[in-house]
T-cell receptor
Framework: RKEVEQDPGPFNVPEGATVAFNCTYS??????FFWYRQDCRKEPKLLMS???SGNEDGRFTAQLNRASQYISLLIRDSKLSDSATYLC???????????FGQGTTLQVKP | DVKVTQSSRYLVKRTGEKVFLECVQD?????MFWYRQDPGLGLRLIYF???????EKGDIPEGYSVSREKKERFSLILESASTNQTSMYLC???????????FGPGTRLTVT
């Protein structure tokens, strides 16, 4: 089993839709969690950190479920510009060494 | 803004050549990382460094070495390039205790 797993998709949604991605992790001792966004042929960039209490940034909400060992990313009112690959990242042993998921591709259609 | 630069965006090398990939960051970050990214496999850590002259193996170090002689510069070396090292190589940096990675634009290496 991979340490960090994501459904690669693609998720094809119409503009305005709400879409959610999950990312499961295997190490119950993990402490830090992140969502990165990667546009086609570009480098990944931090979208948001995931806090235990959950956090929201505009249309984006990130949550952590420690009991089931997954993090989620919810995007409301999808825009065409949200089309990208979303990578989750987990600090597998609080060493600062992040493990990345393979990414989930989102395509928002007009 | 943090800037991470990589020496080349595209590189084509022949099998058996020695290849140097250079990475420079301008924010005085302690940590630097080299990843490769392949379809279906995601980002995989090759090597990382917490300090000058320090290096640690990542998940796939075989066939690679690194050098960090100055804090701002981290080099990835392919001693004898092979076709299975054809990939996108991404350099990143971060503060010592931070999970936030700042990535360079990547080098797409093709080994023929």
């Amino acid at each position: 089993r991979k340490e960090v797993e994501q459904d690669p998709g693609p998720f094809n949604v119409p503009e305005g839709a709400t879409v959610a991605f999950n990312c499961t992790y295997s190490n119950s001792a993990s402490q830090s969690f992140f969502w990165y966004r990667q546009d086609c042929r570009k480098e990944p960039k931090l979208l948001m950190s995931v806090y235990s209490s959950g956090n929201e940034d505009g249309r984006f909400t990130a949550q952590l479920n420690r009991a089931s060992q997954y993090i989620s990313l919810l995007i409301r009112d999808s825009k065409l510009s949200d089309s990208a690959t979303y990578l989750c990242a987990v600090d597998s042993s609080n060493t600062g060494k992040l493990i990345f998921g393979q990414g989930t591709t989102l395509q928002v259609k007009p | 803004d943090v800037k991470v630069t990589q020496s080349s965006r595209y590189l084509v090398k022949r099998t058996g050549e020695k290849v140097f990939l250079e990475c420079v960051q301008d924010m005085d970050h302690e940590n630097m990382f080299w990843y490769r990214q392949d379809p279906g496999l995601g980002l995989r850590l090759i090597y990382f460094s917490y300090d000058v002259k320090m290096k640690e193996k990542g998940d796939i170090p075989e066939g690679y070495s690194v050098s960090r002689e100055k804090k701002e510069r981290f080099s990835l070396i392919l001693e004898s390039a092979s076709t299975n090292q054809t990939s996108m190589y991404l350099c990143a940096s971060s503060l010592l205790a931070s999970g936030r990675r700042y990535f360079g634009p990547g080098t797409r290496l093709t080994v023929t």
